[in-house]
């Protein structure tokens, strides 16, 4: 294991919701969530993040990303970029969150997670229910996501919400799910390693 990287999670939401389950869920998992990354759009650069991961203590870290429905490629997405490059960060998947952005910003999911915990490779709205398109999601932060190299993207509704159905106080299961989905096919174990 490479001491040197830090493996990451990447979200593409970044408002108080996101915060608050990301939190809960990395607390869950063994790892740390960087709240200061929580911004509705965000204010860090890429290169401040890294920064902030590199200091976490523990695996996985989650990083939140959000451009607050601009249009093209916006802050969070220029940070998402520099982050998910970085030779020192491992990225081990993405949760690509779903928005009513719905002109030109979609991008390419691996599978969708429904409102009701059913994996589908159809993509999903906000609401966490299921889309017309297969293997798309629309989203404010996803423009970059297709030219990336990550072992996984999870298309989920809207962090903490859907309809109450992911609600922190039930656990957050949907957002639990598509996590410990990216866990389990990257390889990564609780121990920190990935077995590639």
């Known amino acids: 294991m490479d001491e040197t990287r830090r493996r990451v999670i990447l979200v593409t939401d970044g408002d108080e919701y996101a915060q608050k ?9 063994g790892g740390r969530c960087i709240s200061k990354s929580q911004g509705n759009p965000t204010t860090l650069t890429g290169k401040e993040m890294v920064e902030y991961i590199l200091q976490s203590s523990h695996d996985p870290v989650f990083v939140m990303f959000d451009d607050s429905g601009y249009l093209g490629e916006g802050a ?8 998910a490059t970085h030779p020192n960060i491992e990225v081990l998947g993405i949760i690509a969150v779903a928005s009513k952005t719905h002109q030109t910003e979609w991008a390419k999911v691996d599978i969708s997670i429904d409102r009701d915990g059913n994996l589908t490779e159809y993509g999903v709205d906000k609401s966490g229910l299921r889309e017309y398109d297969i293997g798309r999601i629309n989203g404010d932060t996803v423009y970059c996501l297709d030219e990336l190299d990550v072992p996984i993207i999870v298309g989920i509704g809207d ?9 922190i106080k039930m656990g957050a299961p949907i957002t639990r799910k598509a996590v410990d989905l990216i866990l389990e096919r990257s390889g990564y174990d609780r121990k920190g390693n990935t077995h590639n």
């Not at 969070?76 to 982050?83: D, M, N, P, Q, S």
């Not at 962090?159 to 609600?167: L, N, P, S, Y």
């Open 21 to 29: 389950t990301l939190e809960y869920i990395a607390k869950e998992v």
């Open 159 to 167: 962090i903490g919400k859907m309809a109450r159905k992911d609600d």
């Open 76 to 83: 969070g997405e220029h940070a998402l970029k520099f982050v």
